[in-house]
């Protein structure tokens, strides 16, 4: 049985998570302000690097080498998750900090949506229905000024990239629950990041540059926000239930709506855009709490 104490740290390494996780983005856009002009791509490779290094160190301490078992679920969640950061952080550029973290925090209504096709026996009507209440807050971050100009509001072609990183981070967090059945936390870092670093350095080598001076500063702060969330997260889900910390990481939701003026010098939500982050909140809060079927 887990005591309060260690319930109460479980909670405060979750939400340090989601802060760290926020200002870690936030970095990129304290770094446009800046002056600061490399490209997103850099930002990602930093913190994946990072993460690489400090998981092969954390293996050669334990004297463990990581043990691949099956290739398909870390090379799924690898290109998943690379694709998913690197969006996210395209989104946090092109639009804004908030918007950025709402879109790719609507993740678990895609995981609810995939599921509802792939698994016919675990299907929940209830879920389904909530999961398209909040795909219309989705539309309402697209689509900021909906209120105002209703159906011939334009949607911002910039903020698909969001969109594009929740759909990708969906997937994955399917191939992380998968890979966890047969691998070690480690392992799959270890290759999630080192793989995510090749496949970055292929795709975008004439974008990623060594930085200097303000820019090796703000990409070296993002960095380690990454990765402290990541170790915050990890550490925090020993001591709450699945249940407790995705309800505690979607607080992101809501930080990202409050603290964009104050820490990202931008301006506030919209009525709209309120509305919208309220309804994907709400929607990751009733598939947190949505009750799970059991075969008898």
Same mark, same amino acid.
């Given at each position: 049985? $887990?005591?309060?104490?260690?319930? +109460?740290?479980? =909670?405060?390494?979750?939400?340090?998570?989601?802060?760290?996780? *926020?200002?870690?983005?936030?970095?990129?856009?304290?770094?446009?302000?800046?002056?600061?002009t490399l490209d997103a791509a850099n930002f990602v490779f930093g913190r994946f690097f990072l993460g690489f290094i400090m998981t092969a160190l954390f293996l050669l301490i334990k004297k463990a080498p990581p043990k691949p078992v099956n290739w398909h679920y870390l090379i799924g969640?690898?290109?998943?998750?690379?694709?998913?950061? *690197?969006? =996210?952080?395209?989104?946090? &550029?092109?639009?804004?900090?908030?918007?950025?973290?709402?879109?790719n925090m609507t993740y678990p209504l895609f995981v609810a949506l995939f599921s509802w096709f792939a698994l016919k &026996?675990?299907?929940?009507?209830?879920?389904?229905?909530?999961? +398209?209440?909040?795909?219309?807050?989705?539309?309402? $971050?697209?689509?900021? &000024?909906?209120?105002y100009t209703g159906i011939s509001s334009?949607?911002? $072609?910039?903020? =698909?990239? @969001?969109?594009?990183?929740?759909?990708s981070a969906s997937v994955a967090i399917i191939y992380l629950n998968?890979?966890?059945?047969?691998?070690?936390?480690?392992?799959?870092?270890?290759?999630?990041?080192?793989?995510? +670093?090749?496949?970055?350095?292929?795709?975008?080598? &004439?974008?990623?540059?060594?930085?200097?001076?303000?820019?090796l500063g703000f990409i070296a702060l993002c960095s380690i926000l990454s990765v402290l969330g990541q170790v915050s997260i990890t550490f925090g889900f020993r001591f709450v239930?699945?249940?407790?910390?995705?309800l505690i990481s979607s607080s992101r939701i809501l930080l990202a709506a409050i603290l964009g003026p104050l820490i990202a010098s931008e301006p506030?939500?919209?009525?709209?855009?309120?509305? @919208?982050? =309220?309804?994907?909140?709400?929607g990751n809060v009733y598939l947190a709490l949505a009750p799970r079927r059991t075969k008898s």
């Amino acid at each position: 049985m $887990i005591q309060p104490s260690n319930k +109460c740290l479980g =909670f405060a390494s979750v939400f340090t998570s989601a802060v760290c996780f *926020y200002l870690a983005t936030a970095t990129l856009r304290w770094a446009r302000l800046s002056g600061v002009t490399l490209d997103a791509a850099n930002f990602v490779f930093g913190r994946f690097f990072l993460g690489f290094i400090m998981t092969a160190l954390f293996l050669l301490i334990k004297k463990a080498p990581p043990k691949p078992v099956n290739w398909h679920y870390l090379i799924g969640r690898t290109l998943a998750n690379t694709m998913a950061v *690197y969006c =996210f952080f395209k989104a946090v &550029d092109l639009t804004s900090v908030a918007e950025g973290n709402i879109l790719n925090m609507t993740y678990p209504l895609f995981v609810a949506l995939f599921s509802w096709f792939a698994l016919k &026996d675990e299907r929940n009507y209830r879920a389904i229905v909530m999961v +398209c209440v909040a795909f219309l807050g989705v539309i309402m $971050i697209l689509a900021p &000024d909906l209120l105002y100009t209703g159906i011939s509001s334009r949607f911002q $072609i910039h903020s =698909f990239w @969001g969109l594009a990183s929740g759909i990708s981070a969906s997937v994955a967090i399917i191939y992380l629950n998968l890979s966890r059945r047969v691998h070690s936390t480690e392992t799959t870092l270890f290759f999630m990041f080192g793989m995510g +670093c090749v496949i970055l350095l292929l795709l975008f080598k &004439d974008r990623i540059v060594w930085p200097h001076g303000q820019a090796l500063g703000f990409i070296a702060l993002c960095s380690i926000l990454s990765v402290l969330g990541q170790v915050s997260i990890t550490f925090g889900f020993r001591f709450v239930t699945a249940v407790e910390g995705s309800l505690i990481s979607s607080s992101r939701i809501l930080l990202a709506a409050i603290l964009g003026p104050l820490i990202a010098s931008e301006p506030a939500l919209t009525t709209t855009g309120w509305v @919208g982050a =309220f309804l994907i909140f709400s929607g990751n809060v009733y598939l947190a709490l949505a009750p799970r079927r059991t075969k008898s």
